[in-house]
């Protein structure tokens, strides 16, 4: 059983920025992939950036060039740097990491709100 401990949502006027952390433990056999997703009121959870054990990152189209995923292996951390913050971005962003055997977790979310 692998746990995650997300932080570092909040309220954020537009144009701003955040940074989201999550700190995954308990994985016997390793970490494969890393990932944030969000879901606002009323729609589907959505793909926000994945990133691999060997770093290749993959991002929604409507996060290119604002938001950035990194991620720290040696401490099994993801991080979700967004800058140029919108309304629009408004959601609980839940982090997600998937074992080296296929098994796949999520965080308890964030609340990540963009209002002015």
């Known amino acids: 059983q692998v746990q995650l401990v997300e932080s570092g949502g909040g309220l954020v006027q537009p144009g701003g920025s955040l940074r989201l952390s999550c700190a995954a433990s308990?994985?016997?056999?390793?970490?494969?992939?890393m990932g944030w997703y969000r879901q606002a009121p009323g729609k589907e959870r959505e793909l926000v950036a994945t990133?691999?054990?060997?770093?290749?990152?993959n991002y929604a189209d409507s996060v290119k060039g604002r938001f950035t995923i990194s991620r720290d292996n040696a401490k099994n951390t993801v991080y979700l740097q967004m800058n140029s913050l919108k309304p629009e971005d408004t959601a609980v962003y839940y982090c997600?990491?998937?074992?080296?055997?296929?098994?796949?977790?999520w965080g308890q979310g964030t609340q990540v709100t963009v209002s002015s």
């Open positions: 308990g994985s016997r056999f390793g970490i494969n992939v």
């Open positions: 997600k990491v998937t074992t080296l055997l296929g098994g796949a977790f």
């Open positions: 990133i691999t054990s060997g770093g290749s990152t």
